[in-house]
């Protein structure tokens, strides 16, 4: 992740340096982000049933859901007279969500991540925190033109790549009348690195000389590798009559192409003193297929698809 911080820094750098001697208008944006994730693909866990369940007993296992998160967007563009246009950003995003479950007396539940399930082990409690990083590099050149005075479109085409990083701990505890008779851990990872072609087109609609209906649509078809680790260890318990048991897996450098789509709907205002300085807000959707390439215990990656949504509200200033 360093690697590709670094990366950026020196490109923006070096982008703005060039930007700092162009002819053309010069413009530098920032969106602030509050996003929330969903990659709902199954449960981590499943209860078993005992031969004391009550007739007809239902029991849901929740599910995890992340947290709203703030984030952030930045980048510069420069308009030549006449030309294409060029629009470098960056965007950094960061969620988790945390989740504990407790069964009810008498019940049990497994793993479902599937190095957890192949051991069996039975417990009444877990607790999981999941954390998601994202961080995305966009370069485009597009051309903006006006079929009609109130209509402006800037289609564009690009370059998008970056990280998309996951990780999960969960705990997990089997305990008797308050003991507890065995625990054990499952650490996973589902890092995503990719790079790609994008397309897209930029819209806005002309209330007045001053306020825009802005609609973004655009959508990118990137080439990705996934590193997938899985390990679970139980430490030895009573004594030595519960041995250690440790579990890894991992897949390094799977390969797959993956899809993602971004939608922008909102307004903007434009005022113009030395600088033209562009204020917006809306709401804007990812979606990202395939994202979520974590072994359940089907010991097939279950492909969960990951969307993320959420509010903008950004400040564009031209020079």
Not at 273 to 299: C, D, H
Request: hydrophobic share 45%; with cysteine.
């Amino acid at each position: 992740m360093m690697k590709i911080r670094q990366i950026f820094i020196s490109v923006f750098l070096s982008f703005i340096s060039f930007l700092s001697v162009a002819t053309g208008q010069v413009a530098v944006f920032e969106d602030l982000l509050y996003w929330r994730a969903s990659q709902e693909t199954t449960s981590p866990w499943a209860y078993m049933q005992t031969t004391n369940s009550p007739p007809g007993a239902v029991y849901t296992e929740p599910n995890v859901y992340f947290n709203w998160s703030p984030g952030v967007r930045v980048g510069a563009s420069y308009e030549p007279t006449g030309y294409f246009d060029g629009k470098l950003y960056w965007t950094n995003y960061a969620t988790k969500a945390r989740e504990a479950i407790a069964a009810p007396a008498g019940q049990f539940f497994v793993p479902e991540f599937f190095n957890g399930f192949t051991t069996l082990d039975l417990f009444n409690a877990a607790q999981l925190d999941w954390k998601l990083i994202m961080n995305m590099v966009d370069f485009e050149v597009g051309h903006a033109f006006k079929p009609i005075d109130t209509i402006s479109v800037r289609p564009f085409i690009g370059v998008k790549g970056g990280t998309i990083n996951q990780s999960i701990h969960s705990a997990w505890q089997a305990n008797f009348d308050s003991v507890n008779i065995y625990s054990a851990r499952e650490d996973l990872k589902n890092n995503f690195l990719g790079v790609g072609p994008s397309f897209g087109i930029d819209g806005a609609f002309a209330i007045n000389k001053q306020v825009n209906i802005r609609s973004d649509l655009s959508t990118a078809l990137l080439w990705g590798r996934w590193n997938v680790e899985d390990t679970y260890f139980r430490p030895r318990a009573l004594l030595g009559l519960i041995p250690q048991t440790t579990i890894t897996s991992d897949r390094k450098n799977a390969l797959l192409g993956t899809f993602m789509a971004r939608y922008f709907l909102g307004l903007d205002w434009t005022l113009n003193t030395k600088a033209t300085v562009v204020i917006k807000a809306g709401y804007e959707m990812q979606f990202w297929s395939n994202q979520s390439r974590l072994p359940m215990f089907q010991a097939l990656p279950a492909h969960g698809d990951l969307t993320l949504q959420g509010g903008i509200c950004g400040i564009y200033i031209k020079f």
